[in-house]
Nanobody, 123 residues
Framework: QVQLVESGGGLVQAGGSLRLSCAAS????????MGWFRQNPGKEREFVAA????????YYADSMKGRFTISRDNAKNTVYLQMNSLRPEDTAVYYC????????????????WGKGTLVTVSS
């Protein structure tokens, strides 16, 4: 069965960095686009970044451009989110998700989700 397991969250000071990882299993990872989303209690889940199957095309939410970098290692079945210059407003549970195809469609559906990893940025 499809499994997505996030790791790498934690507590960091504002201006610091974290790298999140998402280990995928149960499907042919290299043929699917992947994405990162985040959510705070009481708020809707929001898009963070996505990457197409081969890694050549990436997408970012405007507030993350220049600070976050999504990447993937198809040999390791893992997608990463490097987060730099973190701000207190970046505090959230970060989720990894699989797209329904090899190409990410903004606003399109993600069909499998991980359980999330908490990122807390202190001021």
């Amino acid at each position: 069965q499809v499994q997505l397991v996030e790791s790498g969250g934690g507590l960091v000071q504002a201006g610091g960095s974290l790298r999140l990882s998402c280990a995928a299993s149960g499907f042919t990872f290299k043929t699917y686009a992947m994405g990162w989303f985040r959510q705070n209690p009481g708020k809707e889940r929001e898009f963070v970044a996505a990457i197409n199957w081969g890694g050549a095309t990436t997408y970012y939410a405007d507030s993350m451009k220049g600070r976050f970098t999504i990447s993937r290692d198809n040999a390791k079945n893992t997608v990463y989110l490097q987060m730099n210059s973190l701000r207190p407003e970046d505090t959230a549970v970060y989720y990894c998700a699989r797209s329904g195809s090899g190409y990410f469609t903004p606003g399109g559906g993600m069909d499998y989700w991980g359980k999330g990893t908490l990122v807390t940025v202190s001021s």
